[in-house]
């Protein structure tokens, strides 16, 4: 009996993941979208509604001719919110620090620190369930392209 050998030989395109900019800044586009629908509906990311208004903010919009919702006065903040780019593949959503005060350390009081006496949050930057679920569902379609894209190119075996 003699002895024999199989050599297979594939050459196929190298995946790469690494270049997720698109679904990266897609991503961070619907977060910074849904971070101004909920100033827009007085909700939270997990959907729990802001806490109202006092009487004497109510009383204060009404005389400046201000919209009697929580986070908006000009529009000068809603109109902030953006996704940017930090590095390849890497992005943020935050408030660009216009106006005075600056917006950006609005944001972050009444996101997290709390206004007023009583220390009051409304947050409205995050992440909620259905926008988990959209990224995970875009970047696993994303791999899946990739995983495409990488197809066999060559194929062939030897008998020796």
């Known amino acids: 009996m003699g002895d024999f050998k199989f050599t297979i030989d594939v050459t196929y395109n190298q995946i790469d993941l690494s270049q997720a900019d698109v679904p990266m800044k897609q991503i961070a586009d619907k977060i910074a979208v849904e971070a101004q629908r909920n100033i827009r509906t007085q909700t939270t990311p997990e959907g729990h509604t802001f806490q109202a208004l006092a009487q004497s903010t109510i ?6 001719n201000q919209p009697l919702k929580a986070l908006i006065a000009k529009g ?3 109109r902030a919110i953006h996704a940017y780019r ?11 620090p216009r106006g005075v ?3 950006d350390l609005l944001a972050l009081i009444h996101q997290e620190v709390g206004a007023g006496e009583t220390r009051v949050t409304r947050p409205f930057l995050g992440i909620s369930k259905k926008i988990e679920e959209y990224a995970y569902h875009r970047m696993e379609r994303w791999i899946k392209e990739r995983f495409e894209k990488a197809s ?3 194929f062939s075996i030897k008998l020796t």
Request: positive net charge; glycine residues 8%; charged residues 35%.
């Open 76 to 78: 000068i903040m809603y």
């Open 101 to 103: 005060p600056q917006r």
């Open 59 to 64: 009383r204060k919009k009404k005389r400046l």
């Open 86 to 96: 930090v590095n390849k593949g890497v992005y943020a959503v935050g408030v660009i």
């Open 152 to 154: 066999i190119k060559r």
